[in-house]
């Protein structure tokens, strides 16, 4: 498979003037994955500056030149901060700050993640047409043509290297995201499509292949219809030879074998700026006169790299611009509400969105959970970046038809992610993930939930406890709407639910027996915005709120439950 490129390396080896061991200056491959908007450095939901961002990127490029270094993102860019959302719907006519700020850097490629795809067609087709370097996501598959949508690969030479740089996308978009969103493309098979492209890629004669993928580790058996198949292309498919992988938020290097008995190495970056990708590529002559590429994978942290004064005085103006926008005082809280307290039971920071959302819509019954796992509306002044963190992501609001017996298998469907089966009140409530010995993993003093957050959903608008003495797919017991009248599980009821959850993610719907194919005759109505927007305007209009508990469930038996809130919280949060 690698026999030709063997052959080109040496004949270039050769041409460097080759004798023996590593051969000329190394190549330095840098990318960036799931930034959410972090390209500067300014945490424009919290209101804070922060140590990592592009600025520090721009200190390497400064160092070395772009025109010796290779500089790829690996998507979901375009989402998770009030910089990115600001240019996404606000200023719509000046050219994207993210397209603006990987142009200035050099980037050289990007691939397509799910969270580009649910800004919006207007939004990453003018991002994509403004960017001076290719988008990728070979499995996006424009419906019309049967082609790809993005680019499925692009070469790239520096420094006497010719690269092939290969995107995907995870294929999981269709269930989390309505098609509005990607009309017009359906996403692939990953294994597949790496499987029906790599010949092309190996017939442009490239000393290294490369693989851009907006999709997770994973595992390596996954037939790569999973939204985390990263090791089941490297593995199944032979002719990587590194693969820049992401979305999962994890932080991981290593090197696999594939089919035929070649290394591929693999690095995942995680997410915000927090780490930075690196591979060093160097020549080097094996002991048969043989030349092949070297590679050598790390992580830096982005922090230990120094910030650049230029970039930082390039959007001085921007992050000016973007302080006033997310300065703006809307209302008005009287009382603080935090995500902690929903992990235990009700809370007034979802109560809070429930009450946007049943007052948006209309409808009898809200569904919802905390967005973020740790974060919270101070009393007093709300502004505009409170918005992000009262509501994380650009959902649309959906009000749907769902039976009685829907919304309970929906429910029972996340206390299994949310509860374990308690025995006695000394046993843990919260699913954590568990190390070898089946304790709770610790990560710098706390523990990490074995699945997110934002699958806790949560009702407003009838009345239930959840039972954590009983099994898994038994805990829910409904018995009534707010105002007393009994709850039916044949009856249908009108529910408010955020377009993520409708779509099918987290596995809600599906575990109700909700399809995807079937949505569309349930929707009663969509907001044409974002959720976010309207409960900025919800709240402009009230002026002044004041989150509360509404206490329509409970936690059962209630002395376990305030016992494992009393014991869990620390271990979640610490003792602060």
């Not at 047409?129 to 680019?151: C, H, Q, V, W």
């Not at 905390?370 to 992000?388: H, N, T, V």
Request: aromatic letters at 10%; glycine letters at 8%; charged letters at 25%.
């Amino acid at each position: 498979m690698k026999s030709i490129r063997s052959l080109i390396i040496t004949i270039l080896a050769v041409l460097f003037g080759v004798s023996c061991g590593r051969t000329g200056s190394p190549l330095e491959i840098y990318a960036t994955t799931d930034l959410h908007g972090m390209l500067l450095p300014f945490d424009n939901t919290e209101g804070t500056a922060t140590d990592r961002s592009l600025a520090n990127l721009a200190s390497v490029v400064e160092s070395k030149g772009n025109r010796n270094i290779v500089l790829l993102d690996n998507g979901d860019i375009l989402q998770g901060d009030p910089l990115a959302y600001y240019y996404n719907f606000i200023d719509t006519t000046t050219t994207h700050i993210i397209a603006d700020i990987l142009n200035y850097l050099g980037y050289d490629a990007a691939s397509a993640g799910n969270h580009d795809i649910e800004a919006g067609h207007p939004v990453y087709d003018r991002v994509r047409r403004e960017y001076k370097f290719p988008m990728l996501a070979a499995n996006a598959i424009d419906i019309s043509t049967g082609e790809p949508y993005f680019e499925p690969y692009t070469v790239i030479q520096k420094k006497g290297f010719r690269l092939v740089v290969f995107g995907l996308i995870t294929p999981s978009v269709p269930k989390w995201l309505p098609e509005s969103l990607y009309s017009g493309i359906r996403f692939e098979n990953m294994v597949s499509t790496a499987r029906k492209w790599m010949p092309a890629m190996l017939a442009e004669e490239p000393d290294l292949v490369i693989g851009l993928f907006h999709s997770g580790m994973g595992d390596e058996r996954d037939p790569g219809d999973d939204e985390n198949s990263t090791l089941s292309v490297a593995v199944n498919v032979p002719g990587f030879d590194v693969i820049f992988c992401g979305h999962d938020h994890r932080q991981d290097v290593r090197e696999v074998t594939n089919s035929a008995g070649e290394k591929v190495l693999v690095l995942d970056g995680g997410s915000r700026a927090d780490a930075l990708m690196n591979v060093t590529v160097t020549m080097r002559r094996e002991d048969d006169g043989t030349v092949l590429p070297e590679l050598s994978g790390k992580l830096i942290r982005m922090n230990t790299l120094p910030e650049s004064a230029a970039f930082l005085e390039r959007y001085s103006e921007v992050s000016k611009r973007l302080d006033e926008y997310t300065s703006e005082i809307i209302g008005r809280s009287t009382a603080t509400a935090t995500t902690r307290d929903a992990f235990f039971g009700p809370s007034a920071f979802v109560d809070l969105i429930h009450q946007v959302q049943l007052g948006i819509s209309g409808a009898q019954i809200s569904l919802a959970a905390p967005l973020s796992f740790d974060q919270k509306i101070e009393e007093g002044d709300l502004r505009i970046r409170d918005m992000y963190r009262l509501y994380r992501f650009e959902n649309f609001l959906y009000t749907v038809r769902m039976t009685g017996g829907e919304i309970d298998r929906h429910l029972e469907h996340a206390a299994g992610q949310w509860f374990q089966t308690m025995k006695n009140s000394s046993d843990l409530m919260l699913r954590y993930r568990l190390d070898d010995d089946g304790a709770p993993v610790m990560v710098n003093g706390t523990a990490r939930l074995q699945n997110p957050s934002y699958n806790f959903d949560s009702a407003l608008g009838i009345r239930y406890t959840v039972d954590v003495s009983k099994p898994r797919g038994a805990m829910v017991d409904i018995t009534a709407l707010s105002d007393g009248t009994p709850f039916s599980y044949s009856a249908e009821y009108a529910v408010a639910v955020n377009s993520y959850r409708a779509s099918g993610g987290g596995g809600h719907f599906p575990a109700a027996g909700i399809t995807a194919t079937g949505l569309d005759k349930r929707i009663i109505s969509a907001t044409d915005r974002d959720l976010r927007y309207y409960m900025t305007e919800w709240i402009r209009k009230k002026g002044t709120i004041t989150p509360v508990e509404e206490g329509e469930w409970s936690i059962i038996p209630a002395v376990w439950a305030e016992k494992a809130e009393e014991r869990e919280s620390v271990m979640l949060f610490g003792k602060n």
